[in-house]
């Protein structure tokens, strides 16, 4: 027997998770990978994980069995140990596929240890997938899914067949039969089983997919069946499938791997890259991570993405930065344990830590006017967790500050529950983590803060993640005139793109910005203006060509201490508004999610921001370096 290991860049960590595929009738062990296996490998590399491809049967030798069939002897092994000659001589691919594979993974590689490991089929192979994994259970697989599956081989002319043949009858083929399983099942075996089926399949008939649906009913098995429009039986439905199947089982076993570390209520020992000064490079350490305390959340980050208010704070332009600290605040985690009175979150949870918590019940929390809620804000300031100290210590015992309530350049770290945002488990959390900052923050000056509506113009100055997401945001509210602005013309065609309808070299003109756009490329100005830049001169500029008598103007970026606004007096007499957003005016638990679920819905999506991907918390340092290289919109960093 041969088989295909795709093996992911992260290998070398402590037991690698690993997904299993079973391929169908007449496939070897090179179909997969050769017809799918771009979108699958690249989604297995995302998440973290190893996959499998054994062929579906015994080949290569004279004294096995063939026929003139393509359904029964090479190639189509159905996954059951054969007790009938002359196929039980070899014909065991169940234990196969169960015990021997899996135990030569374990061994030789150091992959799918401790039940890390998943299983997953097309066709003949989906039929062994589901079978194998609810016979064996939830203690030797982690989750199971199928695409087109033989969901009831006992009454398909392929598995009636094929049990005849191997076990001599097709009633002998019950145990091997998902459909007759779940029927006997009292209780789920797994938290979801995913069912992809095309509507198109010329096989329907023989698959039987509602069969199981009902027969899952009787335990309370969940199971998502997802009938897909005008595909049919082919590697072409696996292809355009695959990578949500990878991503399932990714994040069951991620939560699967963390349950194994046993570490709730302990302190963990991890790397983190810890700012000890200003302008100074980042330092890789091993650090202690204390457990939570009461109303607090320890979480394992799975990806950070790189913000400039990160850099503006290393840079030494932040008067609330204290050092040494562990920065980072838009990132992806799965929470791994909880302090006393912890009740919206739960191990194995995804959530996006928000530096703007929501408490729900203060004054600001309650009042749709603002996102401002100020319950945490004080310690939040000053480096600490809310009763005042702090969770992370150096390899010698030292305090090591927080940095806005986050610090997600660690491995791992400590929240305030109140700033942990629950969102979709379906949802990538190295690009859903964009939405803990830039991305949401100018989305929301559009939707929450200014309120753009359709038909009206807009100027939005500085062009970096923020500033794109604002011309995204308008262009979905259904702004008519978007004026992008920024000095370096390279990132023009990524506005355009996202709905820019002008651009503007603003370090190319003959006379101020202001005026350019009020008077050239509109008469009285634009309806709503915003900064993105965090440059005061900026911020003026974009006040001032705001439109007489209702023009809005608003602050997003944040400028260096002891800097100041300034314009004449006349500008807001004449009707503008000057206004500022934090977040976007989001609300952080309330929202977040809703954001995550549009992305997933296909509505918003924002995978475009990312520039640039770095494997391992040490590669941080390179990621600054790319976000200083004019190129980078965000680069997002995997641990």
Same mark, same amino acid.
């Given at each position: 027997?041969?088989?295909g290991l795709f093996i992911p860049s992260s290998?070398? $960590? $402590? ?43 015994? *080949? @290569? ?48 590689? $150091?992959?799918?240890?401790? +039940? ?38 006992? =009454? ?10 191997? =076990? ?10 998902a459909t007759c399983l779940l029927l006997n ?6 938290? @979801? ?22 027969? !899952? ?122 302090g006393e009175g912890v009740t919206s979150v ?25 996102? =401002?809620?100020? #319950?945490? *804000? ?81 100027? %939005? ?13 308008? #262009? ?8 992008? %602005? ?10 355009? @793109? ?12 003959? #006379? ?12 009285? +100005? ?11 001169? %900026?911020?003026?500029? !974009? ?15 944040? !400028? ?15 009707? *503008? ?9 989001? #609300? ?8 995550? $679920? ?23 340092? @390179? ?17």
């Amino acid at each position: 027997m041969t088989f295909g290991l795709f093996i992911p860049s992260s290998y070398g $960590n $402590n037991n690698t998770p690993v997904l299993f595929w079973l391929s169908g009738l007449t496939c070897d062990d090179t179909n997969f990978p050769t017809k799918a296996g771009s979108k699958a490998f690249e989604a297995a590399e995302n998440q973290g994980i190893a996959i499998v491809m054994p062929d579906t049967s015994p *080949r @290569n030798d004279e004294s096995i069995p063939d026929v003139d069939s393509y359904d029964m002897g090479i190639g189509a092994g159905f996954y059951v140990n054969a007790t009938e000659a002359p196929y039980n001589k070899h014909y065991h691919m169940y234990d196969y596929i169960a015990k021997e594979l899996p135990t030569l993974i374990e061994n030789e590689f $150091n992959i799918g240890k401790n +039940g890390l490991k998943s299983i997953s089929g097309h066709s003949m192979g989906g039929h062994g997938a589901l079978t194998i994994a609810i016979k064996e259970g939830n203690s030797s697989w982690t989750s199971v899914s199928a695409l087109a599956p033989i969901c009831n081989p006992t =009454l398909s002319a392929w598995g009636k067949k094929a049990f005849h043949a191997y =076990l001599g009858s097709h009633d002998a083929g019950r145990p091997h039969d998902a459909t007759c399983l779940l029927l006997n099942e009292k209780e789920p075996l797994f938290d @979801n089983i995913l069912v992809d089926q095309g509507t198109a399949d010329e096989f329907l008939q023989e698959l039987k997919p509602e069969a199981i649906v009902e027969a !899952a009913k009787k335990s309370g098995q969940a199971i998502e069946l997802n009938l897909r429009e005008g595909f049919d039986h082919s590697y072409h439905f696996v292809a355009a499938f695959i990578a949500s199947h990878v991503d399932f089982h990714g994040e069951r076993l991620a939560r699967k791997k963390i349950s194994l570390e046993n570490t709730v209520g302990k302190s963990i020992t991890c790397k983190a890259m810890v700012a000890r000064a200003p302008k100074e490079p980042l330092t890789v350490e091993t650090i202690t991570v204390d457990p939570p305390k009461a109303y607090e959340v320890r979480v394992k980050v799975i990806a950070n993405a790189l913000c400039h208010t990160d850099i503006y704070t290393l840079d030494g332009h932040d008067p609330e930065g204290l050092f040494p600290c562990i920065l980072g605040h838009e990132a992806g985690c799965i929470v791994e344990s909880i302090g006393e009175g912890v009740t919206s979150v739960k191990p194995g949870d995804h959530v996006i830590p928000c530096y703007t918590p929501q408490c729900h019940d203060c004054m600001f929390c309650k009042s749709p006017k603002t996102n =401002l809620c100020p #319950k945490i *804000r004080a310690t939040q300031g000053q480096g600490l967790m809310p009763d005042g100290t702090v969770r992370f210590r150096d390899s010698e015992g030292k305090p090591i500050y927080h940095f806005m309530g986050c610090s997600t350049m660690s491995e791992y770290t400590v929240l305030a529950e109140i700033s942990c945002a629950k969102v979709n488990e379906k949802a990538r959390l190295d690009e859903v983590c964009l939405l803990g900052c830039g991305v949401s923050t100018g989305l929301g000056a559009v939707w929450n803060t200014c309120k753009v509506e359709a038909g009206s113009s807009v100027a %939005v100055f500085g062009l970096g993640a923020v500033g794109l997401a604002v011309i995204q945001g308008a #262009k979905i509210a259904g702004a008519s005139k978007i004026i992008a %602005v920024d000095v370096n013309p390279g990132k023009f065609p990524a506005a355009i @793109n996202l709905g820019a309808t002008d651009t503007v070299d603003s370090s190319k003109l003959d #006379k101020p910005v202001q005026k350019h756009i009020a008077g050239d490329l509109t008469e009285w +100005g634009v309806d709503y203006s915003f900064d993105c830049t965090g440059i005061t001169d %900026v911020m003026r500029a !974009a006040l001032e060509c705001s439109h007489r008598g209702w023009g809005t103007s608003c602050v997003i970026g944040v !400028a260096a201490s002891g800097h100041e606004i300034s314009t004449r007096p006349f500008q807001l007499v004449t009707g *503008r508004t000057w206004k500022g957003t934090a977040f976007g005016g989001f #609300k952080s638990r309330t929202d977040v999610p809703m954001l995550v $679920n549009k992305t997933l819905d296909g509505e918003l999506p924002i995978a475009h921001y990312i520039t640039h991907r770095f494997e391992g918390v040490e590669k941080t340092n @390179n990621a600054i370096e790319a976000l200083h290289g004019g190129d980078c919109l965000r680069a997002v960093v995997k641990y």
